[in-house]
């Protein structure tokens, strides 16, 4: 269930969300303390969904400044006007919240807890406190400092789940993200969701369409398996519009999320019986090697992780960015013979570089600021290295930008000067954000054949859902789901 906070600040504000959070809502949640000058009826009278009315203190990180008797009597008059819960702090003081409590029905209650600062080591005597208190829902939700914080908030969300205790439990913050997709999946009673960005009630808070029509937190799971990008930072990656979209497609319960890494040993340890698959990127995907339990042999060529698959008790590395970009090159062109100049020395240009010597390519690579690496990366493929501003005086046949340049937000910027683009040259480009690159402009203007990055990620994407599922990817559909693609 996804819950919609309502947060003015006005009144007229407030009926505005109201009317567009019945879409994307299950229930929405009146945040009373962030509505200037409420009328409690009229919001309980706008709503055709369920409500929970809120009036939080700062200490809880609300915004009501009165005293406590004022802000819990709100939540009484919201009874008595027909909400169907209010939801109070245990941080309220003992005078005021004991009346209370004992005076309400326990039914329409839920009884919080809030932590902005961390997460404890051991919910468990929280928990059995709260619930000898009265309330029909317990809600605990604290500051995720470390991605471990989400394994705690799980198994508390279990032990729950088998006691018949409904448990709101959450972890805010960037490291918290997932425990807002996935507490449902767990047996939490809902999770919040933001109506836009920009009216989030509290931090970590994404959009409520984004779980509802991308993560799917309300569908019925039976089995669900857990896969997902690793990485830092993992922000900017569309892995989870792919692969969900894909899962959606193949009507599968599995799901995909993002994991924000900054320890990858301590997360593989930790996650190895949480995960069953994974996708890597930078800068993991070397790293990640020696954690594994197997390499594949193109990946062990290349050095380099970008897919990560359980078979049986084993932990198995591929490499899909080298074969996802060979594929959409030889849907262009063939590579045999041909003058290929790769900007980049990263781990992308070594990945299509390996691939395209197997082609039977003519590769030539550059470097800008790191020789030492560029001149590694040529040892390695036995090829020609060249400075980048040398790039444009090469014969060339297929350009290929292995760089950030021109990814966003930098998108006026290009790695290859326009006036050296030849008409009939081949130029693709691995940046995918944007679609259409000013690179990939000026090649297009100039009458060269392109290939967007976006072909290289929804190929790469596509092996790895099948090295995961063993079925066969909807492509078209993970092609068409990607942002600036046209429907078909």
């Known amino acids: 269930m996804i819950c919609v906070p309502i947060v003015g600040p006005s009144m007229p504000k407030a009926r505005e969300q109201i009317t567009s959070a019945v879409d994307v809502a299950d229930i929405l949640e009146f945040r009373l303390d962030l509505i200037e000058t409420y009328e409690l009826n009229s919001l309980l009278d706008a709503s055709p969904l369920p409500v929970i009315v809120t009036n939080r203190s700062k200490l809880d990180g609300g915004q009501f400044k009165g005293a406590e008797e004022e802000r819990v009597q709100a939540l009484r008059d919201a009874l008595n006007a027909g909400a169907d819960y209010v939801d109070i702090e245990v941080s309220t003081p003992r005078e005021v919240l004991q009346p209370f409590l004992e005076e309400s029905d326990p039914t329409h209650i839920i009884l919080s807890y809030h932590d902005f600062s961390h997460t404890p080591e051991d919910f468990n005597p929280l928990y ?31 032990r729950a789940k088998l006691e ?38 509290a931090p970590g808070q994404m959009p409520a369409a984004t779980l509802k029509d991308i993560y799917r937190v309300n569908d019925e799971r039976a089995d669900f398996k857990i896969y997902g990008v690793v990485g830092s930072p993992v922000s900017k990656s569309l892995g989870y519009l792919v692969h969900n979209r894909a899962f959606h497609e193949k009507a599968s319960p599995h799901i995909y999320v993002s994991f924000l890494v900054d320890n990858l040993e301590k997360f593989f340890n930790s996650f190895k019986g949480f995960f069953s698959g994974l996708s890597v990127t930078m800068p993991a995907k070397e790293h990640i090697i020696p954690l594994l339990s197997k390499i594949d042999a193109t990946a062990k060529k290349i050095g380099a992780v970008n897919t990560v698959v359980r078979e049986g008790t084993d932990w198995v590395g591929y490499n899909t960015d080298c074969s996802g970009a060979i594929k959409a090159l030889e849907a262009c062109t063939s590579l045999q013979g041909k003058k290929v100049l790769i900007l980049g020395s990263g781990g992308t240009a070594k990945a299509i570089g390996y691939g395209v010597k197997e082609k039977g390519g003519i590769l030539t690579v550059t470097y800008n600021k790191n020789k030492e690496r560029g001149e590694s990366l040529a040892k390695e493929l036995c090829c020609e290295l060249v400075h980048s501003r040398e790039a444009g005086t090469q014969s060339i046949d297929i350009l ?29 480009d691995s940046v995918y954000n944007p679609i259409e690159t000013k690179l990939l402009r000026e090649a297009k203007t100039t009458g060269c054949k392109v290939i967007p990055g976006v072909e290289l990620f929804v190929n790469q994407a596509a092996q790895q859902f099948e090295l995961w599922t063993g079925q066969t990817a909807p492509i078209e559909i993970m092609r068409q789901v990607m942002p600036g693609c046209k429907k078909q």
Request: glycine content about 10%; charged content about 20%; overall charge negative.
């Open 400 to 428: 290929i930008n292995c760089s950030p340049v021109g990814m966003s937000p930098n998108i006026n910027e290009t790695p290859f000067l326009a006036r050296d683009l030849k008409k009939d040259m081949v130029v693709f």
């Open 164 to 201: 018949k205790q409904k448990l709101i439990g959450l972890c805010m913050g960037d490291l918290g993200e997932i425990s807002r997709i996935l507490s449902p999946l767990f047996g939490g009673f809902l999770t919040f969701g933001s109506l836009q960005t920009g009216q989030e009630s």
């Open 128 to 158: 059995e406190t709260m619930c000898e208190m009265p309330g029909e829902i317990i809600k605990i939700v604290t500051y995720a400092r470390d991605l471990n914080d989400n394994l705690k908030m799980f198994k508390l969300l279990e």
